[in-house]
Structure formats: structure tokens, C-alpha cells
């Protein structure tokens, strides 16, 4: 392979480019587009900063995939990994057998979890965390007598993971249409979207009629049939729907009514993310599982789990066998990330900083993007932030013209993003950011500037080709 002409230790971008294409399948990519144009080879990362293989600077609005809670280039956890990988590779928690990263990591996220959740399962990823979700309460109410409970009801746009159950939980089309998904057991209801079923009334009203979706779907079904409901208490892939402040309640008063387990997905909104280490306590989910894994390691190595609360910890422990479990739960190089990456969390008082100063920061200066004239709406919480591109503004939201969903806005405002250095990611027309939760006020500034000045750019493009209005 020839050399980099901006990075001589680095192979030529077009040669890697054509290797990618022709032996790389990617995650959910449209490989001939992909082969056209080239991947962007990312090299090298540090704080929120990304770089390309032609020495372009990004400023990683997305934290890589939702995850990069403590930002790139920790030489703490490359140390904690590299000690951990010298003293034990590998081992694995089947046979009777446990490791000290395992054992000190379980015992911390207890700590971490809101009260009442001891115990701890490993998975590899959210996914295969999911999955685990769906056996376990199976498995549970099994053991409690009641194996007519097998259904799992979650919601439409969700996103629980691409395994055969985790996919099925999520409520993609996209991803149901191709291999025939759900699977048995699963069934959705609508998402809480104020901006598309909140017509005519106000969020709070809006969250209880949501919620009550989900009563009648359980009286539809049968309460005796339902073993679990499941949700991210914010939807991230889907577009970072924020619910109103009553939905979680509600639903929880559902859950309870019917003795139907209750399922947060923190993957995205734990570690921090929120403002919090779980955001299902500050929402008022009183979940009965957690899922989690993303920032648990900032990204750095691959995990994720379920937080088991007592209720159903005591009643597996009781049962016996639960036939389940990954070559990788508990491996020993993810836990002593996972312990490290904590500690910096805990030490650089991330959360704290997201609930109380950088949060609210970030929410004062996203909301302002609500003035420009291509964006209808601009909310965020925590960490996590949504924008709407419309046609025409309106005073309420309900009111405003979208664009045909066929001129796809979202992907042509992407374009300009990552053509100026800020990755910023299109779910239709909203366009989303989950940045690094290191980011400094002028970090979050410098964001905003770039969010701005590529927003104008879209907004010239979208009216030369004259399609605003
Ligand atoms: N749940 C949620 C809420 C997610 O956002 C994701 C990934 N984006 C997953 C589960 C799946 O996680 P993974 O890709 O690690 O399997």
C-alpha cells in the first residue's frame, strides 16, 4: 500500500478506501452508495476531537456512537486494560469461576443503581442485553407460576439493538422488513411523540394519553399474557424524543396495576448522559430491569448488561439453572475498563457537571437555535439534544410544514456538518447530538458556532433549490 501523502505513517486513503469497499461489510450502509464515494477513515481521537486519515479535524458531536462519555484518548483506561490484559486475558464466570474485575465492577454499578438492584448480569452489548432482558423475564415469571406471561410490549421507533430479539424489541420498520421481524412475543404501541399525536393538547395531557396505550394494549392482550413493557426513557436512535414529565409515572402506574414488569433502556441515557447515573430514577420509572452498556465504558471496550432489581435477583437465585449467559459476560479487560472509566466519571464529577452546569448550558444555547428559520423546534436534556428542520415555521409545532420525506433534509444538512467539521446526525429531519460529556462551555460555544453556520449553509442550499415555503 502506498503512503499518506498528509500522514506518512499512514496508508493512502484511497487505497484503504478501495480495500474497505471491497472486503468490509458495514453496519446498517448502503454499500454501493459506499463504494462510490469512499468511507471516511477516522485515525486518531482525543477530548471531543476526531481526525480523518486526510487530516481533517471533527468535532464529535455524536461521542462515536452515543458512547464516548469521558471523550477520547484516556490513557488511564489504555493502562487499566493493558494491566489487566498482562495479568488475566480472559477468563469466563460459567462453571463455578469468577475474576476481580467482575466481582469489584458488579458490586460498584450496585452502588451506582438506584436503591433496590444488588445484582448485575454481563452481556457483551446492548443487545445482547436486551436479549438477556426477554429470557430473564420469561424466566421469571416461570418461576413464579405464571408462564403464560411471555409477551414483551415495547413501542414503535424504539431501539433496543440489531440481534433477532433486540431488533424485534425496536420498533424500526426499516430493520422489520428485512428477515421477517418481531419475532413471536413482541408487540409495540405508539411512541410518546408530542410533535406527532400531541395535537390539540398540552404535553402533560399528552403523556397520560400515551401512557394509556399502553393499558389498553395490556387489557387487548390479557394481563395474564404480558410479562414486560420496554422503553429508553428518552428514545435516542429514533430521534431523541423526549416525553413529558407524566408519561413515566403513568406508565409505572400501569405496570403496576397489572403486575407487568418494567424494562428501562439506559444504554444511552446511563452513565451520565442525563444528568444522572441511571435517568430512569429522575423520570419516575421505578424500573424493574436496566439495560446498559455504551458509556458504562465510554466505547473503549465493548460491554453492556442488566441491572437485576431484588425482586426478580431473589426469585432467579431461588430457581435454580438459568440457562443463559455469553463467552463474554464479566470478561475481565471490560470490567477493568468499565472500573476506570467510573472512576473518572466520579473523579471529574461528570454528572454532577452535566445536571448543573454543562446541561443547563447546552440547553440554554441549543434552545436559542429555535429562532433560525429552518428549525421549527430545538429541545435537549442532559447530554442528548433533537432539532426539527421544517419548510415553514409556525407558533406550534403542530402547525409547521415538514418537508416531503423523500427530499431527505436531514442527510443533505449532515452533509454540510461533516463537510465542516461537526458530526451531527440526521434521523429524518431532526437532526441530533449526544457530545462527550467532558465538553467545556467553550467547547459547547465552539459547537454551537458550528451547528449554526452549517444550519445557514442549509438553509442557502434548500433555497436555491427552492424548496422552503
Ligand atoms: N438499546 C439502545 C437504547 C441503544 O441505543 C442501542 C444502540 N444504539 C442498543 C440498545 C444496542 O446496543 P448495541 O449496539 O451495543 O448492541
Request: with cysteine; net charge negative.
Amino acid at each position: 500500500m502506498t503512503t499518506n501523502p498528509v500522514a506518512p505513517e499512514l496508508p493512502d486513503t484511497q487505497a484503504l478506501q478501495r480495500l474497505d469497499a471491497a472486503h468490509y461489510l458495514h453496519p446498517f450502509t448502503d454499500h454501493k452508495a459506499l463504494a462510490e464515494k469512499g468511507a471516511r477513515v477516522v485515525v486518531r481521537g482525543d477530548g471531543i476531537y476526531l481526525w480523518d486519515s486526510e487530516g481533517r479535524k471533527m468535532l464529535d458531536g455524536m461521542s462515536g456512537l452515543w458512547c464516548v462519555n469521558v471523550g477520547y484518548g484516556r490513557n488511564s483506561i489504555t493502562q487499566a486494560v493493558a494491566k489487566q490484559m498482562d495479568t488475566l486475558p480472559f477468563y469466563n464466570s460459567f462453571f463455578n469461576t469468577t475474576n476481580i474485575p467482575a466481582v469489584q465492577l458488579a458490586a460498584k454499578l450496585s452502588s451506582l443503581a438506584p436503591p433496590g438492584f444488588s445484582h448485575v448480569f454481563y452481556a457483551g452489548s446492548g443487545s445482547e442485553a436486551n436479549d438477556t432482558n426477554v429470557r430473564m423475564v420469561r424466566r421469571y415469571w416461570d418461576l413464579m407460576g405464571q408462564p403464560g406471561r411471555q409477551v414483551v410490549i415495547s413501542r414503535q421507533n424504539a431501539y433496543h439493538g440489531s440481534t433477532m430479539a433486540g431488533a424485534s424489541l425496536g420498533g424500526m420498520s426499516g430493520m422489520h422488513v428485512q428477515g421477517g421481524l418481531p419475532i413471536p412475543g413482541i408487540v409495540h404501541i405508539e411512541q410518546p411523540s408530542y410533535t406527532a399525536h400531541g395535537e390539540g393538547m398540552t404535553p402533560e395531557e399528552f403523556g397520560i394519553v400515551a401512557a394509556s396505550w399502553l393499558e389498553e394494549r395490556i387489557k387487548e392482550l390479557g394481563p395474564d399474557k404480558v410479562a414486560a413493557f420496554i422503553g429508553e426513557p428518552i428514545q435516542g436512535a429514533g430521534g431523541v424524543i423526549i416525553p413529558p414529565s407524566t408519561y413515566w409515572p403513568e406508565i409505572r402506574r400501569i405496570c403496576d396495576k397489572y403486575d407487568v414488569l418494567l424494562i428501562a433502556d439506559e444504554v444511552i441515557t446511563g452513565f451520565g448522559r442525563l444528568g444522572s447515573w441511571f435517568a430512569s430514577e429522575a423520570f419516575g420509572m421505578r424500573p424493574d430491569l436496566i439495560t446498559f452498556a455504551k458509556g458504562v465504558t465510554s466505547g473503549y471496550v465493548p460491554m453492556g448488561g442488566v441491572l437485576v432489581s431484588d425482586r426478580i435477583a431473589q426469585v432467579l437465585v431461588a430457581g435454580g439453572d438459568f440457562n443463559h449467559g455469553f463467552t463474554y459476560s464479566g470478561h475481565p479487560v471490560a470490567c477493568a475498563a468499565a472500573m476506570e472509566n467510573i472512576r473518572i466519571i466520579e473523579e471529574e464529577g461528570l454528572v454532577e457537571r452535566v445536571a448543573h452546569d454543562t446541561g443547563p448550558y447546552l440547553k440554554q444555547r441549543f434552545a436559542s437555535l429555535a429562532a433560525h428559520p429552518l428549525v421549527g423546534s430545538a429541545e435537549s436534556h442532559g447530554f442528548v439534544a433533537g432539532l426539527d428542520l421544517v419548510r415553514r415555521k409556525a407558533a406550534r409545532v403542530h402547525h409547521q410544514a415538514r418537508f416531503d420525506p423523500t427530499l431527505a433534509v436531514g442527510m443533505i444538512c449532515r452533509g454540510h456538518m461533516f463537510e465542516n467539521g461537526m458530526i451531527m446526525r440526521a434521523v429524518g429531519d431532526r437532526m441530533i447530538i449526544a457530545p462527550p460529556l467532558i465538553m467545556t462551555h467553550a467547547q459547547i460555544d465552539e459547537m454551537m458556532q458550528k451547528i449554526r453556520y452549517c444550519l445557514d449553509l442549509t438553509l442557502d442550499d434548500l433555497t436555491r433549490r427552492g424548496w422552503l415555503g
